[in-house]
């Protein structure tokens, strides 16, 4: 069967006929964990409306990237952008108000909490509410809660989570668990989808719906999506640019085609060059 969900050129098209400057920026970024270089001079841009997958080996530097993005790391030197802004000023929980959103390789959810509660928790994290407000039920406050509901109840129906909505997360499949957490980050109504290997631990055909619903997201939601996966068939099927690590160095960019025959890429993962 083939897998490849088609490409998007309309996407390619409104990046490249905006401006030159990416909605996220990635400029000489190093981390540092004592003696050891997690990464190194890394820089790279993601326009608006692309689908970007970074790739490497384990150790590559991959989840490191991605928790500076989650501000969870701070780099040692470099900068990250975003919509020509600096994000390493800001506490982790203040990303999502940037408009940034996220999953987890390893599954984050509150496990006795229901389907419809979890993906409340990613849209309470847009809030203007606090204690007193919610204490006083003042009218926005009611307003604000009642249009949380509507984009809960639009987000299971868009994931088709309708038969789980009442369930508690620990009692649904791996593949309901992972469309859940992407519920959730949707819920902050993000530019910008930050999806941490989504496909680990699911079968071929679960990750064949997962590629096709990552595109349709992006397509129909105006979301930029970088994605990090060891799914390589996944990567080289949705994404429009490729970027790929090995030892924290960037050793390849370009579309998917390019980086897939990259000497530098084949020796990553195959110990040797192509022929």
Not at 73 to 90: A, C, K, M
Not at 102 to 119: C, E, G, K, P, S
Request: aromatic letters at 6%.
């Amino acid at each position: 069967m083939n897998t490849r969900v088609s490409a998007r050129p309309a996407a390619v098209e409104r990046a490249r006929s905006r401006s030159a400057e990416p909605l996220l920026a990635i400029k000489n970024v190093g981390v540092r964990f004592g003696g050891i270089i997690a990464l190194e001079d890394v820089s790279f841009g993601l326009p608006d409306g692309v689908l970007l997958g970074l790739i490497g080996p384990n150790g590559a530097g991959k989840t490191t990237l991605f928790n500076c993005f989650s501000r969870l790391y701070t780099p040692h030197q470099g900068d990250i952008l975003f919509q020509g802004r600096t994000i390493l000023d800001r506490p982790p929980h203040g990303i999502a108000e940037l408009g940034i959103g996220r999953t987890f390789q390893n599954l984050a959810l509150f496990r006795t909490m229901t389907v419809r509660d979890n993906i409340r928790v990613g849209g309470h994290r847009r809030s203007r509410s606090d204690f007193f407000s919610d204490a006083l039920r003042l009218p926005w406050v009611k307003r604000e809660e009642e249009a949380l509901d509507e984009t809960v109840s639009e987000l299971i129906n868009y994931l088709r989570l309708g038969n789980w909505a009442e369930r508690r997360a620990f009692e649904l499949p791996l593949g309901v668990q992972k469309r859940v957490e992407l519920a959730r980050a949707l819920a902050v109504r993000p530019k910008l989808l930050l999806l941490d290997e989504p496909a680990g631990g699911l079968n071929h055909h679960e990750v064949v719906e997962l590629g096709a619903l990552i595109r349709r997201i992006r397509d129909e939601r105006g979301v930029t999506v970088l994605l990090v996966e060891h799914h390589m068939q996944l990567v080289m099927s949705i994404c429009e640019t490729v970027v790929a690590l090995d030892f924290g160095r960037k050793i390849a960019e370009g579309t998917p085609a390019e980086v897939r025959s990259d000497p530098e890429v084949i020796r990553a993962y195959l110990g040797t060059t192509k022929q």
